[in-house]
């Protein structure tokens, strides 16, 4: 055995004392890391495992607004196993007559009979998938619960879809081919795809989607599948999904929320890094004259410094099994209500990918921070280390490098687990740009707190108080970091979430429309206004003729090679036609109206620029299966935040000539006529689709409200971290306020100045570090609100109220608990003691 | 006829150690008369400086009785006993026991602020002055000397013209002749102030200085 590890082992010997809060610290850090991966891991892998069973199949050929004609079938037909047809809308389900009449938006899946092609549909009673035929004259249908609750329907009642009448037979406990994920718009209704096809749900224009789900033959390779597929379908407007990847978007939606909770787990780890570098400090000092000995007996500096990295290694190992194995117990514990809240099967158990990597986060942080001191003391001469009061030195610069080298590795770590280079390095900036704003808050208090030594005269508290932030050897910078760094995410969440609700319950009801319809028919479009305007009580309605196409090609090119993953390129996306410009032209000159030359397109301004489209590109779009290529000859200045009616792309008139098409239509009421309007509606036109914007907001409002849990539960952990390395810096500090209380009562202090001294002193810094949090919080609320979201940033001051109120608090707690002993003492003792 | 301003009956002190109860003093009594300095002398561990701590209040006796300008310390508690002792008591120490983190100034107008003087500035400057430091008010502890330290530590003892002065081997970390420059000050001060001193010291030489010698032996008066 090394004389190096021989030496480290019997120092080991004394236990773990004074490494609680080193080890309590990497401990939480790891578990946070480890638990948020462990459940990212298990809804990836069942998105993976069951991605046949959520897709409905090996594969799904998807067609917009239209059914496949019956030769696309035949090949479809020929190329699978089995093949199930699936044709998913919106729609509107009513029940009763007149002022009773009753309204509930769905999202509708007529489906035939093959369906499921895999799993079963879950049904409360369990009927058969026959029940949806035909049945007493009536076709069946099954409804999600919260859809009967509202219409208050039992099994055999009557209920009319688009016009249609249906007998409700049983409600929808679980269904096999869904993931529940992103913000649908209503819940779901299953009819059987016959019942429906004589109806004018499918005339031509409706907006629909048609999903074959096929069962490919036994040993077909999916890539050549798809690429057999691709070239069959070419300029057919048809999308491809293979089990691989069968709900990309709840993919993509778990990638990214997970990702980012793991780096805020890393935020909570580099809180941890304080206490690491704190406890390490504290250590070292205390071992300094076993090193001066050493030192004097010989021993090489090589060897004094694999001494300690010997035992921080072995500490650092058992900090990181002790997280890994807490991580491994809240998982199992809270596994039963974690796969409850989920839309989706999954079976959360311990696997190591995420253990891994937690670990591998927990020993990089360990070795960055732990090096400091280290590296530090290296730096310091025999000499010195006999004498207190070392003075302080910079680590050699080899050291230097080493830890920059960490910092790089950790950094390639995060970007390799995540995936996202955005996101990670973002919210790794993020975190390094709080912990120097951090640093520097800390400085500029003890700065103040020197500079205003002058303003406590005559206030002994205060300026003991300000005294203690002032000197060197402060507590201000461990604790503003430690405690900063959580409430700075806490913060960001608060102002973040507050902002965008503020947003949306400001700027929305002034501007925002209360319905917006959708299928009115073209031969509908003369007769649903006039009623509309002899209600009286609808002030203004905006209709748009409306058509769903894909952009497949920028200039020859194929759009997405060109500009990449842009959310306009993502599926297809309403266009219309136009005589006249919606908007403001901001560059070139809308076509005349009688405009009958090659297709011309006016596209939104800013899309544009972020697709790097200008004037006179060419666009491929295909509609209906057609593709039409058209010249950019004007840019519009869009507005989509007034959840009006808005198209990111216009075509002339004739381009669009005889495509069959829908129209949808604005309505602005106010909120008391709301309901008698949609009742008329659903009552004359009941193939047309009211979507309720408050509803749809209130839809958005959830979605971000779980977000922001998830995102503060993570900060909460960084909380606890910072409170524990607050509690190890009250706790390293305990000797010299034993003193200090000890020094003030001998000079004639009552134990109330002296509390009120400490308590001043801990609020103080809790201030600093809720004030920072807030400026922080402000800077991401005001990034988040102005630059992704587009809207104007309000700065909440409750949420920000409550920041520095906790900073102070958790402060005050970690400080004033280590205050009692000090308060107690009898100060001949504690002064002796220094004698 | 001088007045008695301190005055010790009986008391005992036992503390609790590792190895059980540790007595410390015993059946002490001694009456100390008002503007004279007395000097505590005997070998380490005699309990000089543990006396000096009960007269100071800083610690308690477990025994008997100890009355300070006629008031019972042993009646009072933690609260009490500190502001009891502003403007009555000075108290000096070995290792001078200045606040780090405050300048000289600061550290001599600390005592005078917990009073609540408002001129306690004006007159900390004037203390320090007057211990020859007047140019080093704005210097912390740190950047001053020993000897400088202990100045400054006389000063604070004596800026609030305590009844009392409480000297703890003043000159224990100082060399020679520093140590000489601080007792001549000590002394100087408490006949300037009229003040009572009571001076614990190794040093026979010191000791004679004083009015009264009080040898202790074993925890007792010898």
Redesign the interface.
């Known amino acids: 055995m090394m004389l190096s590890a021989r030496i480290a082992a019997r120092e080991l010997r004394g236990g773990i004392r004074g490494f609680r809060v080193f080890l309590l610290c990497l401990m939480l850090g790891v578990a946070a890391i480890a638990s948020v991966g462990l459940v990212r891991g298990a809804i990836r892998e069942a998105l993976s495992d069951q991605g046949a069973m959520l897709l409905g199949g090996d594969a799904q050929y998807d067609f917009t607004y239209r059914r496949a004609t019956p030769e696309e079938r035949a090949w479809i037909d020929d190329h699978a196993a089995a093949v199930s047809e699936v044709i998913e809308f919106r729609s509107m389900l009513t029940r009763g007559a007149g002022d009773a009449l009753e309204t509930a938006l769905t999202q509708v899946k007529a489906v035939d009979g093959a369906h499921p092609l895999i799993g079963a549909l879950v049904l409360d009673p369990p009927v058969p998938m026959g029940a949806l035929g035909p049945e007493g004259g009536l076709p069946g249908i099954f409804l999600d619960q919260i859809l009967a609750d509202r219409l208050g329907l039992a099994p055999g009642d009557t209920v009319q879809l688009a016009g249609q009448p249906f007998a409700y037979r049983a409600a929808i406990t679980r269904e096999p081919d869904s993931t529940g994920a992103g913000i649908g718009l209503g819940p779901r209704s299953i009819v059987a795809l016959s019942a429906i096809e004589a109806t004018p749900i499918l005339a031509p224009g409706s907006l629909y989607e048609t999903e074959y789900r096929v069962i490919l033959p036994e040993g077909t390779d999916l890539d050549a599948a798809k690429t057999a597929a691709e070239a069959r379908f070419e300029g057919a407007g048809m999308r491809w999904s293979d089990s691989r990847r069968a709900a990309p978007g709840a993919d993509r939606f778990v990638d990214r929320l997970g990702s980012f909770l793991v780096l805020v787990g890393l935020a909570g780890l580099a809180v941890g890094g304080v206490g690491i570098s704190a406890t390490v400090s504290a250590w070292i000092e205390r071992k300094a004259e076993t090193v001066a000995t050493l030192r004097a007996l010989g021993a090489a500096g090589g060897t004094i410094r694999a001494i300690f990295l010997w035992q921080l290694a072995a500490l650092s190992a058992l900090g990181i099994v002790a997280g890994l194995g807490l991580a491994a117990l809240v998982v199992v514990l809270a596994a039963g209500v974690i796969e409850a809240a989920l839309p989706i099967p999954v079976t959360i158990a311990l696997s190591a990918g995420p253990m891994l990597e937690a670990a591998v986060y927990g020993a990089l942080v360990a070795a960055i921070f732990a090096l400091w001191p280290l590296a530090r003391m290296a730096t310091t001469r025999s000499g010195a280390l006999y004498r207190a ?1 070392r003075g302080r030195r910079w680590p050699s610069w080899p050291a230097l490098v080493l830890m920059a080298v960490l910092v790089a590795v950790l950094l390639a770590a995060a970007v390799a687990f995540s995936g996202l280079v955005g996101l990670t390095l973002g919210t790794f900036g993020g975190v390094v740009g709080a912990l120097v704003l951090l640093w520097l808050a800390a400085f500029g208090l003890r700065l103040l707190a020197r500079r205003a ?1 002058h303003l406590s ?4 508290a205060l ?2 108080a300000l ?2 932030i ?2 060197p050897r ?1 507590e201000a910078a461990p604790v503003i970091l430690s405690l900063g760094l959580g409430l700075s995410v806490l913060a960001a969440v608060g102002q973040v979430d507050a902002a965008l609700r503020s947003a949306i319950q400001r700027d929305l009801p002034d501007v925002a429309p209360a319905y917006f319809m959708i299928d009115i028919q073209n031969s509908q479009l003369p007769e649903f206004l006039t009623t509309l305007d002899t209600l009286g009580t609808v002030d203004k309605v905006e209709t748009a003729p409306m058509l769903r196409g894909v952009i497949t090609e920028i200039n020859g090119q194929p759009a997405r090679e060109v500009a990449g993953e842009h959310w306009v390129l993502r599926g297809d996306r309403g266009v219309t036609y136009a005589t006249t410009p919606r908007e403001a032209l901001t560059a070139g000159t809308f076509w005349p109206e009688d405009y009958a030359g090659p297709p011309q397109a006016s596209f939104a301004a800013k899309e544009a620029q972020e697709l790097g489209l200008k004037l006179g590109d060419k666009i491929t779009v295909n509609i209906l299966g057609r593709d039409i290529e058209a010249a950019i000859t004007s840019l519009r200045d869009v507005d989509f935040s007034t959840a009006g009616i808005g198209f990111v792309l216009t075509l002339n008139p004739a381009a669009l000539q005889g495509a069959p098409h829908v129209h949808i239509a604005t309505i602005y009421a106010a909120p008391e006529d709301e309901a008698a309007i949609l009742r008329r509606v659903a009552q004359e036109y009941p193939n047309v689709t009211a979507i309720r914007v408050r509803d749809a907001i209130a839809r958005v409002s959830e979605a971000l409200g779980t977000i922001a849990r998830a995102t503060s539960l993570a900060a909460g952990v960084t909380l606890l971290t910072g409170f524990v390395v607050l509690i190890g810096a009250a706790a390293a500090g305990e000797g010299a306020r034993n ?2 209380a ?12 002296i509390l009120r001294s400490f308590a001043l002193r801990a609020a103080l810094m809790g201030a600093a570090a809720g004030l920072v949090a807030i400026g922080f919080g402000a800077l991401a609320g005001y990034a988040v609100l102005e630059w992704v979201m587009e809207a104007q940033y309000r700065f909440a001051p409750l949420p920000a109220l409550a920041i520095v109120l906790g900073g102070v608090l958790v402060t005050l707690t970690a400080g004033l608990v280590f205050a009692l002993r000090p308060l107690a003492a ?4 504690i ?2 003691a ?2 | 006829m001088t007045d008695t301003i301190l005055s010790l009956s009986d008391v005992g002190l036992t503390l609790d150690g590792n190895a059980g109860p540790v007595e410390i003093l015993q059946g002490i009594s001694l009456d100390i008369e008002q503007g004279s300095s007395v000097g505590l002398t005997g070998p380490s561990g005699s309990g000089k400086s543990s006396l000096l701590m009960l007269m100071g209040g800083l610690e308690r006796a477990t025994r008997g009785s100890i009355q300070v300008l006629g008031q019972d310390l042993g009646a009072m508690d933690e609260d009490q006993l500190a502001r009891f002792r502003r403007g009555r008591m000075g108290i000096v120490f070995q290792s001078f026991h200045l606040v780090p983190t405050m300048t000289a100034l600061e550290n001599v107008a600390l005592p005078l602020e917990i009073m609540g003087e408002a001129d306690a500035f004006a007159r900390a400057e004037a203390e320090l002055a007057a211990v020859g430091l007047g140019h080093r008010g704005h210097h912390y502890p740190s950047e001053m000397s020993g000897g400088e330290q202990q100045r400054v530590a006389l000063a604070r003892a004596v800026v609030t013209r305590p009844a009392v002065l409480l000297a703890d081997e003043p000159t224990g970390n100082l060399d020679a002749a520093n140590g000489a420059a601080i007792m001549d000050l000590l002394f100087g001060l408490q006949e300037r102030h009229g003040a009572t001193l009571v001076l614990v010291t190794h040093a026979p030489e010191l000791a004679a200085r004083c009015d009264r010698v009080v040898q202790l032996s074993d925890g007792a008066l010898a």
């Open positions: 009061g030594a005269r005559g206030r002994p300026r003991a005294a203690a002032g000197a402060s003193w200090e000890a020094m003030l009562k001998t000079l004639g202090a009552t134990r109330a100045t009898r100060p001949a003792r002064l002796r220094r004698e």
